[in-house]
Structures are given as structure tokens and as C-alpha cells.
């Protein structure tokens, strides 16, 4: 009977993680290693919760994808779901679907930080590490940072 309420204890813990957000299998293997009793115990329990719908992968990379697209580039998404363990094809899937927008994502975060061309070249560079460390391609940086050219080319006018 110790063994039943040990398992309970464990997949509550699973639970409780998974009430507050996603997480992968390999995050909840990673977070409750310590915990487990008896080897196999948190294989049996993950795969219970697998089997009934509480650990699914297309949901962790819904949930990141949503909380994080507005903010980061491609690379650092994809850094970012290839850390929660996940399977390559599916990572590979959510960025292929990220680039197409990258440039407009670009555009909206650089508009917030810096919201105008920059004035020489010190200003140019640290406009483009910004933008470099949360994860834009370059050509994106580029484009984005080139200032009132970049906004021609699209029809687009320089924000106030």
C-alpha cells in the first residue's frame, strides 16, 4: 500500500507542475528524478499522464510559441523548445512556421525598444545586438535596423 501512495504523491507532484503550465516529458523527467522511489516509478506515472492527455508535446510548443513569438527570433525559440526535450520535427515545424513572420517581429520589438533609426554607427550597433541576442535572423536585423529605407521598401512609414 506504501507504493500506491507514493505513486499518488508523485504524479500529484506531476499534476501540480503541469496545473501552473506545459511541460514536456523530458522537463517532468528532469524536475521529479529526484522524487521517484523506486526505479520506474515516474516512467509508469508520466506514461499514465501521457496516455490520458496531460503530457502532450503540441501543446508545450503551442504554449511557447504564444508566450514567446511576439518577443524572441527563430533561433532562440527553437534553442528554447530544443531544451524541453521535444522531438526535432516538431521544433524544426514551429520555426519553419516562424520565419515567415520574423521580419514583422523583428520590426515590433525594435519598435518598442528603440522606436527610431538610429543617429551613427554606435547607435546602429547596439540597435542590431539587441535585436542579434533575442534571436532574429540577420537579414531580418539588417533590414530592420536600415531604418527609412526598410520602411519604403514596405509602404510602411517611420513610427513617431
Known amino acids: 500500500m506504501a ?19 506545459e511541460y514536456s516529458r523530458a522537463e517532468l523527467e ?10 520506474g516509478q515516474l516512467a509508469q506515472v508520466l506514461d499514465d499522464l501521457q496516455a490520458k492527455g496531460f503530457i502532450n508535446e503540441q501543446r508545450v510548443v503551442d504554449s511557447v510559441l504564444y508566450r514567446r513569438a511576439s518577443k524572441l527570433g527563430a533561433a532562440r ?28 517581429r523583428a520590426r515590433e520589438v525594435w519598435r518598442k525598444k528603440f522606436g527610431s533609426p538610429p543617429i551613427d554607427a554606435a ?13 532574429f535572423s540577420s537579414d531580418a536585423v539588417r533590414r530592420v535596423v536600415a531604418g527609412a529605407d526598410a520602411w519604403a521598401d514596405d509602404g510602411l512609414s517611420i513610427p513617431d
Open 3 to 21: 507504493f500506491a501512495s507514493a505513486t499518488l504523491s508523485l504524479k500529484g507532484r506531476a499534476l501540480r507542475l503541469l496545473s501552473g503550465r
Open 123 to 135: 547607435a546602429r550597433g547596439k540597435q542590431q545586438r539587441f535585436l542579434l541576442a533575442r534571436g
Open 77 to 104: 525559440i527553437r534553442m528554447e523548445l530544443q531544451s524541453k526535450g521535444l522531438d526535432p520535427s516538431a521544433v524544426l515545424d514551429a520555426v519553419a512556421s516562424l520565419q515567415a513572420t520574423e521580419l514583422e
Open 30 to 39: 528532469r524536475k521529479l528524478a529526484a522524487v521517484e522511489e523506486s526505479p
